[in-house]
């Protein structure tokens, strides 16, 4: 997992509630276990304006030009500002992987559903809540202005804008150093490496009828 300490990132507004993962990234394309290559599907029926399937090549599809992520000032955004319950409906852990494979570090809204907002931290995106009046004000900040990007310092749990007006968030101390340090599950596990070898080769040699 990529690890996240500071982001200086160009932002991108998705002003609607109620964001579900099946919008994030449609139940057709589900059909890989792997953490890449979701990101040309990312808000597929959103963005194309035909009907995706897998294996198609998106490079020839025909674009959405009202929807943000094809409107040139946001290329390469990688916060995504959004609204209420972002998140919300299946609990796929394709969605934050689509993100991710996009290019988005960051996702900020007032609320997420649960296990998406859990999903978010195992795959490096990391999900701020901040409060609606905050995130009502990012909104009209990016709309007046080409280029809006925010800095976002993990250690110290800010958002900053261009003004230099900050936000804090919160994140319990396990999310935020596994965050900083790229760690998920995996990772952390195996940090415990030598331990395991040493508890099965000691179960080993206790009890080798079970070992054939």
């Not at 597929?44 to 929807?67: A, C, I, K, T, V």
């Not at 390469?76 to 852990?93: H, K, M």
């Not at 596994?178 to 940090?191: F, K, V, Y």
Request: proline fraction near 6%; charge should be negative; hydrophobic fraction near 40%.
């Amino acid at each position: 997992m990529k690890a996240f300490t500071q982001v200086d990132g160009l932002v991108c507004p998705l002003d609607r509630a109620n964001v579900d993962t099946d919008a994030i990234i449609p139940k057709q394309f589900l059909k890989s276990i792997k953490r890449s290559g979701f990101g040309p599907n990312l808000f597929d029926e959103w963005r194309y304006l035909d009907h995706g399937e897998p294996g198609m090549d998106n490079s020839q599809r025909p674009l959405n030009p009202d929807f943000v992520l094809n409107q040139p000032r946001y290329k390469g955004a990688q916060v995504l500002l959004a609204r209420d319950n972002f998140g919300c409906g299946s609990s796929r852990e394709h969605a934050p992987w689509a993100l991710e494979d996009y290019g988005f570090r960051a996702v900020i809204a007032p609320s997420f559903a649960d296990i998406f907002f859990n999903n978010c931290y195992k795959n490096g995106v990391l999900p701020i809540v901040l409060p609606e009046a905050a995130v009502d004000q990012l909104f009209a900040e990016t709309a007046a202005a080409d280029g809006y990007t925010l800095h976002i310092d993990l250690a110290a749990q800010t958002v900053t804008t261009p003004s230099g007006a900050v936000f804090g968030f919160d994140i319990t101390g396990h999310r935020k150093h596994c965050m900083l340090n790229g760690l998920d599950e995996i990772g952390l596990t195996l940090q415990h490496a030598d331990e395991i070898k040493a508890f099965e080769a000691k179960h080993k040699q206790a009890q080798p009828w079970l070992f054939g």
